[in-house]
């Protein structure tokens, strides 16, 4: 029990945080504890959680990455052009195709950053500009609506009528959420290879000197970020039923907020699934309560970043380490090493 | 098996048989650098043995050599457990239960102590399954060898220094090692703590498993190992036996020059006073400290690392602030509350922490030297001007004899002794009338070590007043004017020198 | 003329050498291609469009100096765009006077500072991660921003504000003169002044700068206030230049402007890093853009042949570093 405790004490916060969040809003607005409005949750942000445990994986192992919104864009229009060649596709296809293209970019984000020593910030920024430009290049930012049906049919997994007739269902993206969190879950906490990531993002130099394989390991971290950004791809077209190339663009920074928020420490080493859950979760609530709640949407925004803005300091000051005061420099310092 | 090699000493322990490791003729050039020449080097089975040398004298290329990161030059002989290998991957060394564990001990701050402690099982590139109890049990059983107690589930980034080294060992038996090598192993560790670390030491000693400390602090060296071999500029200095050995003896076989040690201690009593302390005291750190440094006297404190002495520093330098008692610097009452304070006020602190603390390792040597001072050096407009910088770092540069290429080089390209004598300079630069001086010889090569108190009994000479703060016995009984003895937060116990031998104050210290 | 050469690297970094070089190798194929590259108007268009980035550069330079980063300097120049085009609105729209459109800068310059300052007091005091408190910041301001302006633009100032964002004086556009007074100014504080060098050591080791005696916190501080002071200049002048505010204007460049300070050789860590090399890389990255607009590429081909070209340089640098390293190995020996 005290390993929970000092071991999760960003998490259990949250926790503690959200419970009581949801326990006001489920006094203050009807409508909060309904299944209508907990499935709409989940399947608006079924996406960004995929995403969200790919990029806690390489947070954990020490890199940060910028590009992996832009690279589901891309793994989207790549695709179409796929599935047209192989005849139409299906979801087997579709997730073999989309799952290779992604780690694909992601292992270019890798390579880069493992042969050439440029720290993950630098090369991520750089492929961002670099496959969002050549997306809009080669597209001429056209939309695509023609896509093939399998792909687009809503499939429930889950439907329930309330007494009073409203409908409430789970659409398949929540699914392959549950899924790629259990997966991430069962390679970073139940695996060696997730013990060797969390060590090279601890301690790169002793990782090496332990004989990990650190190429191996960038690539573990930056590939399973592609994969999550191919899957999150092929699950955002099939909520939307549309292909737009900038349509994900800018939502890197809004997962990234989430995901340091749920306790992954910039820098490495350190973040659980948990935590990464409960950040994406409660920057949705606080976004659920506060449309319950009538606020102004375009008040939104304003509110949820000054309430990261009052966590992240609340949190330093009680919880403050002075060793880790150190900024980027001691986040990404080590990142560089010699052979 | 043979028992014998060049420069051995006599076998003299009894129940100790057959040599864990056996290197003959150990050559190893780097693109024509001999870093090693005909080396020989040998450890029994369950010895406590110690490799001593100054910095660059090829201590850690025969480490790695050992542990297989070199691959040796021709004609060497590897002999491991009886086994003969002409050079030895890292994988083997790990194999065959040889473990280094490094200065910086190569942990995981963010893992618990289990997690440390089994980390190695999970090296490797074939996906496996682990679980979290069993490796929990496993690093227990590790611990429990050592006869140590830890919380398993604790943060290892919330143990102090000394239980993180508790932690290193527990891995390497846990990796099934035989052989260790401590790289530096006591150079964090308080007297306390350091006879802990030779408990646990010897616990493993009589359970078969050998261990080579590598250090270049004496006193420690001769106390804790049986033999060591000593290394000079790549070559085999001798194996000696340590019953009949002196720090002085060594240090001027590690060094080939011999040092004298001289009490330098003189009365300065009737000078003034620059620095009178009044019953200073903060909780959970020092307590009702009174003392007093005059000018041109150097004042040493000892104690061993918690004793308080680096917490009475940081209140001197306005770091933290004292809960009650006065401060006097020349009669006027001070109570520094920044850095800032305390260097105008006349104060400067050698920090004990040269590497993240007293100089920025990355930057200059001419930014180092002015970062206390730049409003000393500003020109036209309240700007900083590169003429005045220049001429104030090449004074400096010049007064203390520091030996570098450039100043725009970064301080990291010096030697440790260059390094400290340059954080000299950044303190002196302010012109202080009190200078403390924390730990100043820690990572300073023994040879280099009398140049810094040369420059120190200089200063004093010229009238600053002095407080050497130090955990080396040694160190303050031959080069302070007073000691005193600070422990658990109180100056218990004043030292002459000039009266008193230095056996009374270790037994005093160590007591 | 070596030694000339070797002064010369002494004074401007043999980065600002290399990448001047480089500037010069671009400026030549790209007139051989286009004859319009040589052209005024082509050097004109160039000049208005290269402040605005070049001033958000700067604004991001400081604090990547520091140790840190500024992900919300896009936002805090269209705050502060926003204030002025609001004061100026209040004193009657286009019918504004310039006594009004001073008070709109100086609340705009007012609003900018707060911004970074408070950012500023974030990282200092509790010792919060740079990325993470601008980024909330950044969400913040964007939320402030569209809940202000309900998603939509404001225009309508009086005409003389857009002179300013258009018009020359001595034939310079006077956008240029204002991005080339602050780089100069940006300089001089870097360089030669007290809080410039306390920004490159706190950059370097934050710890041993505080145990030296230097100001930490209020330096932190600053920086971050005076980065939020040059994003407000930059929101001046994109009110100026396109003549309306809209949150989320420029918001593709935020990114740009970390890319342009590491192709200028700021060290990502903190503690390296000099406005010279930074104002040529952006050079380069405005010629790269008008060059291949002339060719018939669009922005989007510019956008990804910046990113390609950082990885292309970061490569280069690796290498030249193992080489530097292999040769003086040798040279030891």
């Known amino acids: 029990m005290r390993r929970l405790v000092t071991g999760y004490t960003v998490e259990l916060r949250l926790l503690a945080v959200l419970l009581a969040m949801c326990v006001c809003l489920s006094i203050l607005s009807e409508h909060f504890l309904t299944a209508g409005n907990l499935t709409a949750l989940l399947n608006n942000n079924a996406v960004n959680l995929i995403w969200a445990v790919g990029l806690l994986v390489v947070l954990i192992s020490g890199g940060i990455d910028i590009s992996f919104a832009v690279a589901a864009s891309v793994v989207q229009y790549v695709a179409v052009y796929c599935f047209g060649a192989l005849g139409g596709g299906n979801w087997f296809f579709g997730f073999v195709v989309c799952g290779m293209l992604g780690i694909g970019l992601g292992l270019i984000n890798a390579y880069l950053i493992h042969s050439f020593r440029i720290i993950s910030i630098v090369v991520t920024i750089a492929t961002f500009n670099a496959f969002f430009g050549l997306l809009m290049f080669f597209t001429s930012g056209r939309f695509i609506y023609n896509l093939p049906s399998w792909w687009v049919d809503r499939i429930f997994i889950f439907e329930h009528q309330a007494a009073d007739g409203t409908w409430s269902e789970l659409n398949l993206s929540v699914a392959v959420m549950a899924a790629c969190v259990f997966a991430t879950w069962v390679i970073i906490a139940g695996t060696n290879v997730g013990r060797q990531i969390y060590a090279f993002g601890d301690n790169p130099e002793g990782a090496r000197r332990a004989g990990v394989n650190i190429a191996f390991m960038q690539a573990v971290a930056f590939g399973w970020m592609g994969l999550m950004a191919g899957i999150a791809g092929l699950m955002q077209v099939n909520i939307v039923k549309e292909v737009v190339p900038n349509a994900l663009i800018g939502r890197e920074l809004d997962v990234l907020a989430a995901v340091v928020l749920g306790g992954a420490r910039l820098g490495g080493g350190k973040g659980s699934i948990l935590g990464c859950i409960l950040g994406v979760m409660f920057v949705a609530i606080t976004q659920n309560g506060l449309n319950l709640l009538g606020v102004s949407p375009f008040a939104f925004q304003m509110i949820i970043g000054s309430v990261i803005l009052i966590a992240i300091s609340t949190s330093n000051l009680s919880l403050g380490d002075a060793f880790e005061r150190l900024p980027l420099a001691a986040a990404f310092k080590r990142r560089t090493l010699r052979r | ?511 | ?333």
């Open chain 2, 1 to 511: 098996m043979t028992a014998s090699a060049a420069g051995e000493a006599p076998e003299s322990e009894s129940g100790v048989s057959g040599w864990a490791l056996m290197l003959r003729n150990v050559n190893k050039a780097f693109e024509g650098v001999q870093a090693l020449e005909d080396v020989s080097f040998s450890v029994r089975i369950g010895e406590i043995h110690c490799l001593a040398g100054e910095n660059g004298c090829g201590k850690s290329t025969l480490i790695k050599i050992v542990t297989g990161v070199y691959s040796p030059d021709s004609g060497t002989e590897i002999e491991v457990f009886g086994e003969r290998h002409a050079s030895i991957t890292p994988a083997q060394a790990r194999t065959l239960g040889i473990s280094v564990i490094w200065q910086d001990l190569a942990l995981f701050p963010h893992m618990t102590v289990a997690e440390n402690i089994a980390f190695d099982e999970s090296v490797g590139l074939i996906p496996k399954f682990f679980s979290q109890g069993s490796s929990y049990r496993r690093a227990e059983k590790a611990l429990n060898r050592l006869r140590v107690d830890l919380d398993l589930s604790a943060s290892l980034n919330s143990l102090p220094i000394a239980k993180r080294q508790i932690v290193a060992i527990a891995r390497a038996l846990h990796a099934n090692a035989k052989l260790i090598f401590m790289d530096e192993p006591t150079s964090s560790l308080t007297q306390s703590e350091t006879d802990n670390l030779l408990r646990i030491v010897k616990t493993l000693s009589t359970e078969g498993v050998s261990v080579v400390f590598v250090s270049h602090r004496l006193a420690e060296v001769i106390e804790i190992s049986s033999r060591l071999t000593v290394l000079r500029n790549g070559r085999l200095v001798g194996v000696y036996d340590t019953s009949d050995m002196t720090q002085t003896r060594l240090g001027s076989l590690m060094t080939g020059q011999e040092l004298v040690s001289e009490v330098s201690a003189r009365d300065c009593s009737g000078n003034p006073p620059v620095l009178e302390i009044e019953g200073l005291s903060r909780s959970g750190e020092y307590s009702d400290v009174s003392l007093k440094v005059r000018s041109g006297e150097i004042v040493g404190v000892i104690g061993l690392i918690g004793a308080g002495r680096t917490e009475l520093a940081h209140s001197l330098i306005g770091m933290t602030a004292p809960d009650s008692g006065s401060l006097r610097l020349n009669g006027r009452r001070i109570s520094p509350r920044s850095v800032r304070d305390a260097i105008s006020a006349g104060i400067a602190y050698v920090s004990e922490d040269r590497l993240t603390l007293g100089l920025i390792q990355q930057q200059s040597i001419s930014a180092n030297v002015v970062i206390t001072v730049l409003s000393k050096i500003l020109g036209l407009m309240g700007l900083i001007s590169p003429k005045r910088q220049g001429s104030l770092v090449s004074k400096w540069i010049d007064e203390l004899a520091i030996q570098i290429g450039h100043p725009d080089h970064a301080v990291s390209t010096l030697s440790g002794g260059n390094q400290q004598r340059v954080v000299l300079a950044k303190w002196l630069t302010t012109s202080p009338r009190l200078l403390i001086l924390d730990s100043p010889t820690v990572g300073v090569d023994v040879g280099a070590r009398a140049g810094i108190f040369r420059i120190a009994r200089k200063l004093a000479d010229e009238g600053i007043a002095i407080l050497l703060i130090s955990d080396e016995v040694h160190e303050v009984h031959y080069n302070s004017d007073r000691v005193l003895h600070m422990r658990n937060g109180r100056i218990v116990w004043e030292h002459d020198p000039a009266s008193a031998s230095l056996s009374q104050l270790e037994a005093r210290v160590y007591a």
């Open chain 3, 1 to 333: 003329m070596n030694e000339a050469v070797a002064a010369l690297k002494r004074r401007v970094g043999p980065e600002t050498l290399a990448l001047a070089g480089f500037l010069a190798c671009l400026v030549v194929a790209f007139s051989a291609f286009s004859p319009r590259f040589l052209s005024v108007a082509n050097f004109n268009s160039m000049a208005f469009q290269l402040p605005v980035l070049g001033l958000l550069t700067l604004a991001m330079l400081a604090p990547i100096l520091s140790g840190g980063l500024n992900l919300a300097i896009i936002f805090t120049a269209n705050m502060s765009g926003l204030t002025l085009a609001w004061v100026l609105i209040q004193a009657g729209g286009t019918e504004a006077g310039v006594a009004a459109f001073f008070v709109g800068c100086v609340a705009a310059v007012a609003v900018g500072a707060t911004a970074g300052g408070l950012m500023g007091l974030v990282v200092a005091y509790t010792g919060a991660h740079p990325i993470l408190v601008s980024l909330a910041m950044m969400i913040f301001l964007r939320g402030l921003g569209e809940f202000l302006t309900r998603g939509g633009d404001i225009s309508g100032f009086p005409e003389f504000v857009g002179r300013i964002g258009h018009g020359s004086l001595l034939g310079i556009p006077v956008p240029l003169l204002v991005f080339g007074a602050v780089a100069f100014g940006w300089h001089v504080m870097l360089k030669y002044s007290r809080h410039g060098f306390s920004v490159y050591m706190i950059g370097s080791n934050i710890r041993a700068s505080e145990y030296s005696g230097l100001p930490t916190a209020r330096t932190l501080t600053l920086i971050y206030t005076l980065s939020g002071v040059l994003c407000a200049i930059a929101g001046i002048l994109m009110v100026s230049r396109f003549n309306s505010v809209r949150v989320g204007h420029g918001e593709a460049l935020l990114l740009v402007t970390v890319l342009a300070c590491f192709l200028g050789g700021v060290d990502p860590f903190g503690g390296f890093g000099r406005v010279a090399p930074v104002a040529v890389a952006l050079v380069i990255l405005q010629v790269l853009s008008s060059g291949l607009n002339l060719l018939g590429a669009n922005q989007h081909l510019s956008t990804a042949v910046w990113g390609l070209f950082l990885i292309l340089v970061m490569v280069l640098r690796h290498m030249l570093s193992r080489a530097r390293i292999f040769l003086k190995k040798r040279k030891e020996i």
